[in-house]
């Protein structure tokens, strides 16, 4: 099965920098990958997602770059706030068998710093 | 357009009781998904259903738990017997096609004492 791997497990960056999280997957058949947020005690809700025929996607202050030879993904933050502040989980889907489950990395806490 | 709904969002329970959680997808979704979060952890797969179908239950664990989304009403995910490990949150999700965006609901978060 798929296994997703994410780096760091924290990151804290000063109001105004950027901030970068890193994933890589295991299963070359994955075609989906989103970014989730969640902030405590509440959903995790979709900030970006990008499919395995685009290279880089970006919405405002959100990118999100793929790279499928190395079968890693990345997110990245420009002119951080506040309330980025939140868990950051990457996902991809495995698609083998049928099922689309996400297969989700162990998050990413953000501390942005004012 | 309503979310993703489901409930109850708290549930408490004690050793060996039975706990059901519901879950509404978003209207003109038939996947739902469930997952299970562990405090400081990601999320788990553990079903995918379609209306009146298990597609995939690979990590919901073999005893105690079941999963069921009917032609009518909630998908309902059913913990028998529950053990203080299965204290965790439990969101569900739904999307209108199996390769898509879930949307997530607002999880229960189960607590057995």
């Known amino acids: 099965g798929e296994n997703v791997e994410q780096h760091p497990s924290t990151l804290s960056v000063q109001e105004g920098d950027s901030a970068v999280i890193k994933c890589t997957y295991s299963d070359s058949a994955s075609n989906y990958f989103p970014w989730y947020k969640q902030e405590l005690g509440k959903r995790p809700q979709l900030i970006i997602d990008?499919?395995?025929?685009?290279g880089e996607k970006k919405d405002q202050r959100i990118a999100v770059t793929l790279n499928k030879t190395a079968k890693h993904f990345s997110l990245h933050i420009t002119e951080t706030q506040p309330e980025d502040s939140a868990v950051y989980f990457c996902?991809?889907?495995?698609?083998?068998?049928?099922?689309?489950?996400?297969?989700f990395g162990k998050g990413t806490k953000l501390s942005v710093i004012p | 357009n309503a979310g993703v709904m489901q409930n109850p969002r708290h549930l408490v329970r004690r050793r060996g009781q039975e706990a059901r959680l519901r879950c509404s997808p978003m209207?003109?979704?038939?996947?739902v998904y469930w997952y299970r979060q562990l405090p400081e952890e990601g999320l788990k797969f553990m079903v995918y259903l379609q209306k009146e179908n298990i597609i995939d239950e690979s990590g919901m664990p073999k005893e105690r738990f079941s999963a069921e989304f009917p032609k009518e009403g909630p998908s309902i995910l059913r913990i028998q017997q529950v053990v203080r490990g299965d204290s965790a949150a439990y969101f569900c999700?739904?999307?209108?096609?199996?390769?898509?965006?879930?949307?997530f609901g607002p999880g229960t978060r189960l607590t057995v004492l």
């Open positions: 999700a739904s999307s209108m096609g199996p390769v898509g965006e879930q949307f």
């Open positions: 996902a991809a889907i495995d698609s083998g068998a049928g099922s689309y489950q996400l297969t």
């Open positions: 990008i499919r395995s025929n685009v």
């Open positions: 209207k003109g979704h038939s996947h």
